[in-house]
């Protein structure tokens, strides 16, 4: 069980390390949508996603006899980002597993930052053994993208700082919009949302054909996606809800929404265009969500997690130019 009082220790680490995202208001979304929107827009986060939060606190945790064998990961781009500048900071080495097809940004910014990436092919290997051998051959600690209780206690830490904006502004937000893979951001943001404003009504948000948390939620089990779907959302594309994520979104989440792509691309489009923003596909899921209707904001408050901006420059030519 993840609790407030973990998250806010995750939050305690994290001071002085990491960026404390603000929120941002429209008029022009607004207006179009009926109601208010405030973007947490962690795609301003170092690394360019919230997943730093996580990769550190579970650094940090470690002690020193732990931190000194170095660290090794899974990440299809911005786990293995996080992991990386974590581990530059404690001075540790990083091994990052990541799938071939992976965005070229992410991968050289994976190495820019001094970890040694190792690549397969997501179709058919299995990145976790990958990563389990790695750590049984070498010793060095494994840091789980979203099923590890250190590492949602750090994404959690953005639930304390909306609670905090939220009242800086005089705001009650009915809604929580947040884009999911394995669960582990929505997890945390969700544990620190129900402690301090249990009011809020938390939805998460995937692409259509990896929408396996939705589609657990509504089946009160963890539910595999059917294979061979495709999506732009590189960022969030899971096979099935994490075994420590899900119980914890089960409990906490309202519901789910699956978005298309074709959603997504005229989401990450008025972005840019209208707040100015640089945001993947797989972040910018929530905001798609409301684009296309799937709630009814009429009157209503909702504050959505736009979760990384690490896009490829050619993915700007060909959907958003």
Same mark, same amino acid.
């Given at each position: 069980?993840?609790? /407030?009082?973990?998250?806010?220790?995750?939050?305690?680490?994290?001071?002085?390390?990491?960026?404390?995202?603000?929120?941002?208001?429209?008029?022009? &979304?607004?207006?179009?949508?009926?109601?208010?929107?405030?973007?947490?827009?962690?795609?301003?986060?170092?690394?360019?996603?919230?997943?730093?939060?996580?990769?550190?606190?579970?650094?940090?945790?470690?002690?020193?006899?732990?931190?000194?064998?170095?660290?090794?990961?899974?990440?299809?781009?911005?786990?293995?980002?996080?992991?990386?500048?974590?581990?530059?900071?404690?001075?540790?080495?990083?091994?990052?597993?990541?799938?071939?097809?992976?965005?070229?940004?992410?991968?050289?910014?994976?190495?820019?930052?001094?970890?040694?990436?190792?690549?397969?092919?997501?179709?058919?290997?299995?990145?976790?053994?990958?990563?389990?051998? &790695?750590?049984?051959?070498?010793?060095? /600690?494994?840091?789980?993208?979203?099923?590890?209780?250190?590492?949602?206690?750090?994404?959690?830490?953005?639930?304390?700082?909306?609670?905090?904006?939220?009242?800086?502004?005089?705001?009650?937000?009915?809604?929580?919009?947040?884009?999911?893979?394995?669960?582990?951001?929505?997890?945390?943001?969700?544990?620190?949302?129900?402690?301090?404003?249990?009011?809020?009504?938390?939805?998460?948000?995937?692409?259509?054909?990896?929408?396996?948390?939705?589609?657990?939620?509504?089946?009160?089990?963890?539910?595999?996606?059917?294979?061979?779907?495709?999506?732009?959302?590189?960022?969030?594309?899971?096979?099935?809800?994490?075994?420590?994520?899900?119980?914890?979104?089960?409990?906490?989440?309202?519901?789910?929404?699956?978005?298309?792509?074709?959603?997504?691309?005229?989401?990450?489009?008025?972005?840019?265009?209208?707040?100015?923003?640089?945001?993947?596909?797989?972040?910018?899921?929530?905001?798609?969500?409301?684009?296309?209707?799937?709630?009814?904001?009429?009157?209503?408050?909702?504050?959505?997690?736009?979760?990384?901006?690490?896009?490829?420059?050619?993915?700007?030519?060909?959907?958003?130019?």
């Amino acid at each position: 069980m993840i609790t /407030i009082e973990e998250i806010s220790r995750a939050r305690t680490r994290l001071h002085g390390k990491h960026v404390v995202t603000p929120m941002l208001e429209y008029d022009r &979304i607004n207006d179009s949508l009926g109601g208010r929107v405030l973007f947490k827009p962690e795609n301003l986060q170092r690394t360019g996603s919230f997943k730093f939060r996580g990769a550190f606190n579970k650094i940090a945790s470690l002690d020193d006899g732990q931190r000194k064998k170095g660290v090794v990961t899974f990440s299809s781009g911005n786990h293995a980002q996080g992991v990386a500048a974590a581990a530059k900071t404690f001075g540790i080495p990083a091994t990052v597993v990541m799938p071939e097809d992976a965005p070229i940004l992410k991968r050289e910014n994976t190495r820019r930052l001094g970890a040694d990436v190792v690549l397969y092919d997501r179709h058919v290997g299995d990145r976790k053994a990958i990563a389990e051998e &790695i750590a049984a051959r070498t010793g060095a /600690i494994l840091v789980p993208p979203y099923d590890d209780e250190m590492v949602i206690a750090g994404q959690g830490t953005i639930g304390l700082e909306v609670v905090d904006q939220l009242d800086a502004i005089n705001a009650r937000a009915d809604v929580l919009l947040c884009p999911v893979g394995g669960g582990g951001l929505i997890a945390g943001v969700s544990t620190a949302l129900k402690a301090l404003q249990p009011h809020i009504e938390i939805y998460c948000v995937e692409p259509e054909g990896f929408d396996d948390t939705r589609i657990s939620l509504e089946r009160g089990e963890r539910t595999s996606n059917r294979a061979g779907s495709r999506s732009i959302c590189d960022a969030i594309v899971t096979e099935i809800p994490g075994e420590i994520t899900f119980p914890i979104n089960r409990r906490n989440l309202a519901g789910g929404f699956a978005v298309s792509d074709a959603d997504v691309v005229e989401a990450v489009r008025q972005l840019f265009q209208i707040a100015k923003l640089v945001v993947e596909p797989g972040g910018a899921v929530g905001f798609a969500a409301l684009l296309a209707g799937r709630i009814d904001l009429q009157g209503r408050t909702a504050v959505v997690v736009l979760s990384g901006g690490n896009v490829d420059l050619e993915f700007f030519k060909l959907e958003i130019a």
